[in-house]
């Protein structure tokens, strides 16, 4: 029998949350109890989950009490708060902020690529950044079969990766556009930057607030992140992170380089054998992913396949996937999964 455990969701009612929720229904995980918790503004309200009625909790150290496994997804300042209080009263986090991702001591795991990190929690496990989830899962099986030394990933990323705010204010703006009215911005790139600007009928080629180094916040978690989850200190990686007027789905195009030699059909045979991954890639049919068709789909996309023209060892390839799904709630709960079937909870 299936051991049953008892699951909390600090932050349901937001974007991820939500498809928490739903992964955990359409998943069938074997839960004994749940909570729901929020802010002190939010408790009392009520919330739905698989035919029943739940009352919100606030989210206090002592709600985390005869929890199993705590899956935030309620902002950093959250996490850095609550997480170790979980944790310290035995409960296994599943963190979906970037608070504890680059902590040494916390497992930044896509389960495809480093389920065996799992072993090495001590209580909180980091969900990467829904772009870099994608992209390391396509390019693991290539990396294992041909070794990999350079990425340089470009993003069009969809404002749901923003929150519900985003995806309205996108709404919003478009209907302001149709009408002839003044655009109103106050959310991206980055709401706690000094100027926002329209995403309807617009690209922003910036995601999250600048570094020092000329790169974003979000560019940076994608190459440092990418590294960690890989064991792979030494790679080059670079990226560029662009917002995109898409409500939800993230595509990339990104190019690699691996060590030995590999041909298209090369690339095209692993990938096709990978987990988790779906190779959509047929130019005589015009057949390749887009995020208008992968929303609501569980795997990583990949396709347009093709080999660089200067450097037989370089690949470019198209990923896309529903970035609140695998890039979010689905590899949080793929996590609590296979920790489950590796006996760790």
């Known amino acids: 029998m299936t051991k049953e455990l008892t699951v909390a969701i600090v932050g349901a009612t937001g974007a991820v949350g939500t498809k928490m929720k739903e992964q955990l229904i359409k998943r069938n995980f074997p839960i004994k109890h749940i909570k729901?918790?929020?802010?002190?503004?939010?408790?009392?309200?009520?919330?739905?989950?698989?035919?029943?009625?739940?009352?919100?909790?606030?989210?206090?150290?002592?709600?985390?009490?005869?929890?199993?496994?705590?899956?935030?997804?309620?902002?950093?300042?959250?996490?850095?708060?609550?997480?170790?209080?979980?944790?310290?009263?035995?409960?296994?986090?599943?963190?979906?902020?970037?608070?504890?991702?680059?902590?040494?001591?916390?497992?930044?795991?896509?389960?495809e690529v480093n389920r065996e990190d799992l072993k090495e929690h001590n209580g909180i496990i980091a969900n990467p950044n829904c772009s870099t989830i994608q992209m390391v899962a396509a390019l693991q099986p290539i990396r294992e079969k041909f070794g990999l030394t350079k990425v340089i990933v470009s993003t069009y990323q969809a404002v749901s990766g923003s929150g519900v705010s985003a995806i309205e204010e996108l709404r919003e703006q478009s209907a302001q556009w149709e009408a002839g009215k003044n655009v109103e911005a106050k959310i991206l790139p980055a709401?706690?930057?000094?100027?926002?600007?329209?995403?309807?009928?617009?690209?922003?080629?910036?995601?999250?607030?600048?570094?020092e180094n000329g790169f974003t916040y979000e560019e940076m978690k994608m190459i440092n992140e990418t590294k960690k989850i890989m064991h792979m200190p030494e790679l080059a990686v670079a990226a560029t992170c662009v917002r995109v007027p898409v409500v939800s789905g993230h595509s990339e195009s990104v190019y690699i380089e691996v060590e030995s030699d590999a041909s298209v059909n090369d690339i095209f045979e692993v990938l096709?054998?990978?987990?988790?991954?779906?190779?959509?890639?047929?130019?005589?049919?015009?057949?390749?992913?887009?995020?208008?068709?992968?929303?609501?789909?569980?795997?990583?996309?990949?396709?347009?396949?093709?080999?660089?023209?200067?450097?037989?060892?370089?690949?470019?390839?198209?990923?896309?996937?529903?970035?609140?799904?695998?890039?979010?709630?689905?590899?949080?709960?793929?996590?609590?999964?296979?920790?489950l079937e590796d006996n760790l909870l």
Do not use: C
């Open 36 to 111: 729901f918790l929020a802010s002190a503004r939010s408790a009392g309200k009520e919330i739905e989950f698989n035919g029943n009625t739940y009352m919100i909790e606030e989210a206090t150290p002592e709600a985390f009490e005869g929890v199993d496994v705590a899956l935030f997804s309620a902002g950093g300042s959250v996490s850095a708060k609550l997480a170790p209080e979980a944790a310290k009263r035995g409960a296994v986090v599943i963190d979906n902020t970037s608070h504890f991702r680059m902590h040494p001591e916390v497992p930044l795991v896509v389960p």
């Open 191 to 211: 709401k706690s930057d000094k100027k926002h600007y329209p995403i309807a009928r617009n690209v922003i080629p910036q995601i999250d607030v600048f570094t």
């Open 272 to 339: 096709r054998n990978a987990p988790g991954i779906v190779l959509q890639d047929d130019i005589t049919t015009q057949d390749y992913p887009m995020p208008l068709f992968v929303e609501g789909e569980d795997p990583v996309y990949v396709g347009r396949i093709r080999q660089d023209l200067s450097n037989k060892k370089g690949f470019h390839l198209w990923i896309v996937s529903d970035n609140l799904l695998k890039g979010a709630a689905l590899n949080s709960i793929q996590i609590a999964e296979a920790m």
